[in-house]
């Protein structure tokens, strides 16, 4: 019934052929694939990057300037000229908004990422010494996660004094307690996998196993944590600038700019309405894409 | 016909992942009689707890079962009547008894529980007494209190095995029960398991990747590869008379105890990609005796004895 | 000539519950180019003994003697050249190499580490690859694309990137599927020939030990309870537990496998926080006396270089 043919040995060659190599991928590449999958990730990703976009760009191609009065049209409404309308000095709303968000959201990155800096190096050399030095170097980070964070925040903003620079500072020294805790959590972890006592064996020095090997491999939490601290600093500094310590005029930011509006609320009610909302729909945003990420990189869900 | 416990007719199953769909089981057959212990061996990847899993309605969430029968003694299985089934007629132990036992609650309260979800006629707090005891966790009384970490790997071992056979059922499925284990320990729960068969006539699965556990338990053997039977037979056959070069390959790869130090011949190339399996016979990539129509071709089952069978082009050849 | 030398190794764990007794007074040599088996079950301190040998742990107490040289208490810097010198293959091929590197760079860290000139790796690595059945162009790729067999194949290149004299075999088959297993085998045999190598070949499958070691050291409880070459050892068991213990191992063959001998033991390993005293067989020992419980149950020569810890054979 079959070809006598096909009964010949089959030559090595023609064996391998059998097999197709499936593309190489890394392990950013597979989360990214999944991250694309996840639909609310992905609009979080879009959300983020047209904030993005009009904070750096907006204002540059708005026929009006941020600090520009205008009297003529004071609390005007939303309208064609001025899309969200205008403040009580006559300036455009609109372009006040987008220069907020790059206050907001250079606040938001900026703290994040000095957080992230110390958290990663504080927490790695911690979790990496392990016994007394991790002891010790834990019992500071619970002291500090002990205060409430607002209130600590409040405390260095009244000594620093306000301003941008002190919001970055402040920020980012107080937001790093709990990406050292992550870290130090990640590098126990990893600390007894078999790779990295191949490392240890080979003689590589401590900072090239913690750098090199244990650092790489806890990123995935600390990417999570860092998504989700992002609009918490956006909220702080909302609230910080709202209760006055943060950014002075003419600067905007978006906490600002709701502080600014809240006492002609009940008459003029668009002028929370667009930076309140826009502080809204970037905290969205992020979380989105902080859930996405988290379940991207689940190693339960790798394969 | 009527003393076949179990009869599974050409089951495939699929899981649905991320990269693809996997092919776990792609057209398995097999019966269970009365009494007996059946073998199934095979590598990681062979479809051997897979297949097990599909029958019992256990596959998950991400599966595709299809068959174009199953049946307990002789009735159709349904996902009703196997939900039914399972843990009264037909138990299962696992590799890993932690992943079965409630940490957080005592081993006589799951012990009882398992008894009132089959509907236990009489004395239950006897009942549980009596299988720890046989199981060999004494004093059963004061152990019905005890809570799963305080005891042994071994003995959570035998716990397992105490609420599998509680209810009496008439078939046990083992997957690799005793993998995690010591070799003296292994010993202990394959006797064991031996001992509580001879009494109650139960028949068993045993899945393994172990061929000295294989040659020692089962009266007959299934060799799985890549989702598909390559081989079934009596123990004899397939260790004195193995004829599928896949079976041959792994008889040869463990070291003869007469000649210990003589050169081992393992089976060359990697264990196929599930994703992406040969259009053919799975082992082709690694056989040695590979020819041109097992690229593209699946080989059918060719009956060598009534008991025998293997699917492999070298018999249809000759 | 002797490559290795373990002098009353012990090696003890603090744990909030007291102090773990991993490795107790173990003693044993290696000579150069044999292969030294260690075997025994769970909790029985051989990855402890290996570990400890390498220096990943501190000994508690004890002497290692590498090459004629005490490295008991080198300084990590110290320690250094000793580490191009021994190396380690690691059980879990899934686990013991970084997911975020690539093979080539898994391969080349150890020419890195041990500054060897950077003009050479991408020969060394080349030539490492091909060394234990892999293809060089597959250096750009990461280790979750390769399959067990292939990736202990990688970790066996890394520890071969420093020339080693020594190498500790952690269990470097037991994750394996059966028919990969003896690739992984005869591809050490071949190596040690090849290179001249030194293996200490830690494992619980004695079969596989039986086939690749010249001697075999039995360890129960973090102690050596026999010692000796390795066909003496299996065809002539001296001490209760080997006797046990080679009784229990499953023989793929069904007609040997009904006619043997099983001799059974009760129970189970003692917790190492508080081993018994004497012999820390006697709960498990089917001939244990007594006497068992106070006597100094240590290696000692019955004829032949066959050490064995039980003074009643």
């Known amino acids: ?303 | 016909m009527n003393d076949e416990i179990l009869t599974v007719k050409n089951l495939h199953t699929s899981f649905m992942t991320g990269a693809g769909e996997v092919k776990a089981v792609d057209g398995v057959s097999f019966s269970v009689k009365r009494g007996e212990v059946l073998g199934i061996v095979g590598e990681s990847g062979s479809g051997k707890s897979a297949s097990m899993l599909s029958v019992m309605g256990l596959a998950g969430e991400n599966a595709r079962v299809w068959a174009e029968r199953t049946a307990f003694k002789g009735k159709e299985l349904t996902p009703e009547t196997v939900k039914a089934l399972r843990g009264k007629n037909i138990a299962m132990i696992f590799q890993d008894p932690m992943t079965s036992l409630n940490p957080v609650l005592t081993v006589g309260y799951q012990l009882r529980e398992s008894l009132r979800r089959h509907n236990w006629q009489g004395d239950i707090h006897a009942r549980c007494v009596d299988v720890l005891e046989r199981v060999g966790i004494v004093p059963a009384e004061e152990r019905l209190k005890q809570y799963p970490h305080e005891f042994s790997g071994g003995q959570r071992q035998r716990i397992m095995i105490a609420m599998a056979i509680i209810c009496n059922p008439d078939l046990l499925i083992a997957d690799e029960p005793t993998t995690a284990l010591d070799v003296t320990v292994q010993a202990q729960i394959l006797g064991l398991l031996t001992e509580l068969r001879k009494a109650s006539g139960m028949s068993m699965i045993l899945i393994t990747h172990d061929l000295g556990v294989i040659a020692g338990e089962a009266d007959r053997v299934l060799v799985m590869y890549g989702g598909k039977i390559m081989e079934e037979g009596t123990r004899r056959e397939i260790f004195y008379a193995p004829a599928h070069p896949y079976t041959k390959g792994l008889l040869r790869s463990v070291p003869n105890p007469e000649r210990p130090s003589e050169r081992l011949i393992p089976i060359e190339g990697q264990p196929p990609d599930l994703l992406n399996p040969p259009k053919g016979c799975p082992y082709v990539k690694r056989c040695p005796q590979a020819m041109r129509i097992c690229l593209e071709h699946k080989p059918e089952a060719k009956v060598l004895s009534g008991t025998h069978k293997t699917s492999c082009f070298l018999e249809v050849k000759e | 000539m002797t490559m290795l030398e373990v002098q009353n190794l012990s090696k003890y764990f603090a744990v909030p519950a007291g102090v773990v007794h991993s490795v107790e007074d173990v003693s044993f040599s290696v000579e150069r180019g044999e292969t030294l088996g260690l075997v025994g079950e769970s909790g029985c301190g051989k990855t402890t003994t290996g570990r400890t040998i390498i220096r990943i742990y501190e000994p508690t107490a004890g002497k290692i003697i590498f090459d004629g040289q005490d490295i008991t208490s080198l300084t990590p810097r110290e320690m250094l050249p000793f580490r191009k010198r021994m190396q380690m293959i690691f059980q879990d091929p899934y686990a013991s190499l970084n997911p975020r590197m690539t093979v080539g760079d898994i391969v080349r860290e150890p020419m890195v580490i041990h500054g060897i000139p950077k003009d050479e790796h991408s020969d060394r690595v080349a030539h490492l690859l091909r060394l234990v059945g892999l293809n060089s162009e597959q250096a750009g790729r990461y280790p979750h694309e390769f399959s067990g067999g292939q990736r202990q194949r990688i970790g066996i290149a890394r520890a071969l990137a420093v020339e080693p004299e020594l190498i500790i075999c952690d269990e470097p088959i037991s994750a394996l599927d059966v028919s990969i297993q003896a690739q992984i085998v005869n591809m050490l045999e071949d190596l040690q020939k090849s290179l001249g190598l030194t293996y200490i070949f830690i494992a619980h499958d004695l079969s596989m030990v039986r086939h690749i070691s010249s001697r075999v050291a039995v360890m129960y409880l973090g102690r050596i309870v026999e010692l000796a070459e390795s066909g003496e050892l299996y065809t002539n068991p001296k001490h209760p537990y080997t006797v046990s213990l080679l009784s229990s191992i499953p023989i793929p063959d069904p007609d040997k496998s009904d006619s043997r001998e099983h001799i059974p033991l009760q129970g189970e390993i003692p917790s190492a926080l508080n081993p018994p005293s004497g012999c820390a067989f006697r709960t498990r020992c089917p001939k244990a006396r007594p006497e068992c419980a106070a006597l100094n149950a240590v290696l000692r020569d019955t004829g032949n270089g066959h050490l064995c810890a039980c003074p009643f054979v």
Not at chain 1, 6 to 33: G, H, N
Not at chain 1, 89 to 117: K, T
Not at chain 1, 137 to 158: E, F, G, K, N, W
């Open chain 1, 1 to 303: 019934m079959y070809d006598p043919e096909l009964f010949m040995p089959l030559p090595a060659e023609e064996k391998s052929s059998a097999e197709i190599p499936r593309p190489s991928r890394t392990y950013w590449q597979d989360v990214r694939a999944r991250l694309m999958k996840d639909p609310l990730a992905v609009l979080g990703l879009i959300v983020i990057v047209i904030i993005l976009a009009m904070a750096i760009f907006g204002p540059v191609f708005s026929q009006y300037e941020y600090d520009a009065q205008d009297f003529m049209v004071s609390n005007e409404p939303p309208s064609f000229e001025h899309w969200f309308g205008t403040d009580m000095f006559g300036r455009d709303l609109f372009v006040r908004v987008m220069y907020g968000a790059r206050i907001s959201l250079a606040v938001g990155f900026l703290a994040s990422m000095i957080s992230l800096c110390i958290g990663v190096i504080y927490g790695g050399i911690s979790g990496f010494a392990g016994g007394k030095i991790d002891n010790v170097m834990m019992s500071i980070v619970d002291v500090i996660y002990s205060v409430p964070t607002m209130i600590y925040v409040i405390l260095l903003m009244v000594v620093v004094g306000p301003g941008l620079k002190s919001i970055f500072i402040t920020l980012g020294i107080s937001y790093w307690a709990p990406m050292a805790r992550i870290i130090r959590a990640e590098v126990l972890r990893l600390k007894s996998e078999e790779f990295i006592l191949a490392a240890r064996v080979l003689g590589a020095s401590p900072s090239r196993i913690l750098f090199r090997h244990l650092i790489p491999n806890a990123m995935g939490p600390v990417l999570v944590t860092l998504t989700f601290s992002i609009p918490g600093a956006i909220f702080t500094e909302a609230f910080l600038s709202f209760v006055g310590l943060g950014v002075s005029a003419p600067m905007a930011s978006w906490g600002v700019l709701s502080s600014d509006s809240v006492g002609s609320l009940p008459v003029y009610p668009w002028q929370l309405f667009f930076p309140a909302g826009a502080i809204s729909i970037t905290i969205l945003a992020f979380n989105f894409l902080g859930d996405g990420l988290r379940d991207a990189l689940d190693p339960k869900l790798r394969k």
